[in-house]
């Protein structure tokens, strides 16, 4: 009689296969593939009771599905085994080719071990093939369909017709396990593309928010910014700039991008721009504006860089900052020049004097043209047979001797018969101030002080210097002076002082005592100040009352 069922036996069986098989592929996520997994062992192999477990991470395997008996799937679902007692169960019992099985005789050891289980007690097998309730069968699933990376294991228990399975339930049985594999397998395979779908909309997502918020960053900027070219026969020049740095520099975009900052800014700048280009970091500096003017501007650059090729663009911030170094320059004019009458004051004197001062005294030299010529190529005995070595430039190579190719310009005070020409220092005190001041009042004074400042600045040359000492006291620095030129000068100075000035409707007159001094190198700047002070005292006293009257 069984032996006249079997191949209607069979062909049910593999009808329900087949359809168990077929559901397997229209489950959507893991969890639905594994619980389809789960009950289409129920529905289509005969068993009453089915279990997934799923390999994880860490190498432990979790009961991720469970068909069949509502209480035993909310008792073990979730629960997990470790590897190690699985690879023994694995390594046990009879070996059905793909299959493994445990019967309760051998599978006594098992009770304790921490792998999830259900099973109930029942009777002895009345016969050979009867199933024990506490028989176990595992159907391991492999990746790739047969492999040994393991996937997790199906184990079933209590097959509804009492038996153990024949060579044809076994053979249904691990068929259905490698298609099993093989669709968990797709299902995670979907799961990660759909994982890695999301997590790339969410970076495309992010990344063109970013850019956005780049973009609206850039152009709504309160202050200039330009995106600029970096290395190449391009570089520096402007690729993008926003409102606020056409606004700055009067130009319009599509002006901006014909040019670079380098053709923009200040001839005077060029080196610090180049600096910071190639740094990055921050600069100050000049940036021309459409009618000519150039404006001050802090520029700080960052490097933007692409992984592939390395830096490719300039990110450029521009601040105005055109008021602050306007007060920068007023304040630090006011720290250098006199309140009253806008003249370098007593320490920018000082301060310009002593650029012009060595502490060494200028030793005239005796070398010839010829010899001068010789020393720039080599060592060269001079006229008192001294052996002078010199570098390569020209200057000579112990700066200390004082040799005549020294790069200092050495001042020195020219002699009373010959044509030098050096630094002259003019010391003026003007007469008859204090009786103007203390007659007429403090406002009439400065009026008068201003006026004399006026007068000198208008009777020196541009490269000269008009300092107020303090007082009614002025200096004035000319440089290459004979001592001639230097008398002219001061007779100059002192016609041009006499004339009467008008105040308030009134005129008054002062004079003015020059002295003349030389500065020289290995002299202080207090030096030569004490010395055209003094001098200007003996020609002071050395004048007659009359002339140094004042009206």
């Avoid at 979790?62 to 068909?67: H, K």
């Amino acid at each position: 009689m069984e032996a006249e069922s079997e191949p209607y036996v069979r062909l049910a069986t593999m009808r329900q296969l087949h359809q168990a098989v077929a559901d397997l592929n229209t489950a959507r996520s893991l969890a639905d593939t594994l619980q389809t997994v789960a009950d289409g062992i129920v529905a289509g192999l005969g068993y009453e009771l089915a279990c997934v477990n799923l390999v994880r991470p860490d190498g432990d395997l979790v009961v991720a599905a469970f068909a069949g008996n509502s209480a035993a799937e909310s008792l073990i679902t979730g629960r997990v085994g470790s590897r190690t007692s699985w690879d023994r169960r694995l390594a046990m019992g009879e070996c059905w080719d793909g299959l493994r099985f445990i019967p309760h005789t051998d599978g006594w050891v098992l009770l304790d071990d921490d792998v999830p289980q259900w099973h109930t007690e029942g009777p002895e097998p009345r016969f050979e093939d009867e199933w024990h309730p506490q028989d176990r069968l595992y159907a391991p699933m492999y990746a790739s369909g047969g492999g040994q990376d393991l996937l997790g294991v199906i184990s079933v228990d209590r097959p509804r017709n009492g038996r153990r399975p024949g060579s044809w339930g076994r053979e249904a049985l691990q068929m259905y396990a490698s298609q099993a594999a093989i669709a968990i397998s797709n299902a995670r395979l979907r799961a990660n593309m759909q994982r890695a779908l999301v997590r790339l909309e969410r970076e495309q997502q992010a990344l063109r928010a970013s850019e956005e918020s780049f973009r609206q960053a850039f152009e709504y900027a309160p202050s200039g910014m330009a995106i600029a070219e970096m290395g190449g026969d391009q570089h520096g020049r402007l690729l993008r700039t926003n409102d606020a740095l056409c606004r700055l520099l009067g130009r319009p975009a599509s002006v901006l991008r014909r040019y670079s900052f380098a053709d923009l800014v200040h001839p005077e700048d060029v080196g610090t721009l180049l600096r910071t280009s190639a740094e990055g970091g921050r600069a100050e500096l000049r940036l021309a504006r459409r009618d000519g003017s150039y404006l001050w501007v802090s520029l700080r650059n960052s490097v933007v860089a692409d992984t592939a090729d390395g830096p490719r663009f300039l990110l450029t911030h521009v601040e105005d900052i055109e008021e602050r170094k306007r007060h920068e320059l007023h304040l630090a004019h006011r720290a250098s020049h006199d309140a009253l009458t806008g003249l370098p004051n007593s320490a920018e004197l000082r301060a310009r004097l002593s650029a012009r001062l060595c502490e060494r005294p200028h030793a005239a030299s005796t070398t010839t043209a010829v010899e001068a010529l010789d020393a720039a190529y080599g060592d060269v005995e001079d006229a008192e047979g001294r052996v002078h070595g010199f570098r390569a430039d020209g200057f000579e190579a112990d700066a200390v001797a004082g040799g005549p190719y020294d790069h200092h310009v050495h001042a020195v005070a020219p002699d009373d018969e010959g044509d030098a020409k050096g630094l002259a220092v003019l010391f003026c005190d003007l007469d008859g101030f204090k009786s103007i001041n203390d007659r007429f009042g403090h406002h009439t004074g400065d009026a008068v002080l201003i006026e004399v400042a006026r007068r000198l600045t208008t009777c020196v040359r541009d490269g000269d210097t008009v300092a107020r000492l303090g007082g009614d006291e002025f200096v004035v620095l000319a440089d290459g002076l004979g001592a001639a030129d230097a008398a002219d000068l001061a007779v100059r100075l002192r016609n041009a002082i006499i004339p009467p000035i008008r105040v308030d409707g009134r005129a008054v007159r002062v004079g003015a005592s020059f002295g003349i001094g030389w500065a020289g190198c290995g002299m202080t700047a207090e030096e030569v100040l004490r010395s055209a002070d003094q001098r200007m005292y003996v020609e002071k006293r050395s004048r007659s009352k009359v002339h140094r009257r004042a009206g």
